[in-house]
C-alpha cells in the first residue's frame, strides 16, 4: 500500500504508523497483503494489536475491531 504520508523502506513496511494506515485506509487487497505478511512474521501480531487497542472504546472504528479479533484469534493459534 501506498502511504502519502510515510516514506518507509522495506524494514519498516510495517512499522505501526504503516500498519494503522492499512487497518484503517486500506483496501481488500492491502488486507490480504498484511494477512500474508503476518503469515510470514507473526510478531506483526503485537503491532496490529497495539494499534487496534486505542480504538476499542470507539463503536464505529469496524476495521479496528476486526483486526483485535483477527490478532486475538491468531494468538491462540501460535
Given at each position: 500500500m501506498w502511504h502519502r504520508h510515510l516514506d518507509l523502506t522495506e524494514e519498516t513496511a510495517y512499522c505501526l504508523p504503516a500498519?494503522?494506515?492499512?487497518?484503517?485506509?486500506?483496501?481488500?487487497?492491502?488486507?490480504?497483503?498484511?494477512?500474508?505478511?503476518?503469515?510470514?512474521?507473526?510478531?506483526?501480531?503485537?503491532?496490529?494489536?497495539?494499534?487496534?487497542?486505542n480504538f476499542l472504546d470507539a463503536p464505529y472504528s469496524q476495521r479496528y475491531h476486526f483486526w483485535y479479533n483477527y490478532v486475538q484469534k491468531h494468538k491462540k493459534i501460535s
Open positions: 500498519l494503522d494506515d492499512i487497518i484503517s485506509n486500506g483496501a481488500w487487497l492491502d488486507w490480504a497483503d498484511l494477512r500474508e505478511a503476518i503469515k510470514k512474521d507473526r510478531s506483526l501480531l503485537d503491532g496490529i494489536e497495539r494499534v487496534c487497542k
